[in-house]
């Protein structure tokens, strides 16, 4: 994972969103669309600040090319999500919708170098705030022997209203992939940031990093 310079270190970045099949696989690559940045450029700043590439050997017009080319295509039986820009607009509006952080850090969880906290510190959290249950993913990185709070799944209905994550309504470290017990750490953003991340294949996700 490379963190790019400039990233603000009070927000979650985006990695998708992503249709799916309620309960089951998500879809991809559901028409051939060619994915055109041209259309991207009035979201350029926002887009560099909060859906930006994680991967040091790929552009943030390629990372964002793969999300419309998987799933983008997917998404335009919506009005709100048809082409490129409304795609990639709406999706930073979901973003500033679901302020992750601030949701967080008015419960008095804030990214800390040492302090720990427990996925169910978090989950509940979050479920508190918008009355859904929200998964919350973690990653173990062999580098520090830690595992750490990775991504932030916010499930939404077709007309993009919340809702309860389907494999996320009874908590289990599988559904999760966080330890039940044991600490975890919800990490400084920071460009000296390093560790594995998962990668899940269902609905919408903010990642940390």
Known sequence: MCVPPGLSATDWIIHGLWPSKFNSSGLEHCRTIPFNPDPLQ?????????????????????????????????????????????????????????NLYNVLQGQSIVPSSNRTYTHDDVAGALQRQYNKRIGVYCSYSNVTSQHYFAEVRVCLQKDLSLMDCPDYVTHTEEASSCPKRKPVLYPVFSPSSFFEIPVHQKGRSNKKG
């Open 42 to 98: 009035p979201l350029l700043n926002d887009l560099n600040a909060f859906w930006p590439s994680l991967t040091a050997t790929k552009r943030p017009d390629k990372f964002w090319g793969h999300e419309w080319k998987m799933h983008g295509t997917c998404a335009q039986s919506l009005a709100s999500l048809t082409g490129e820009l409304n795609y990639f607009h709406r999706s930073l509006e979901l973003r500033a919708q679901y």
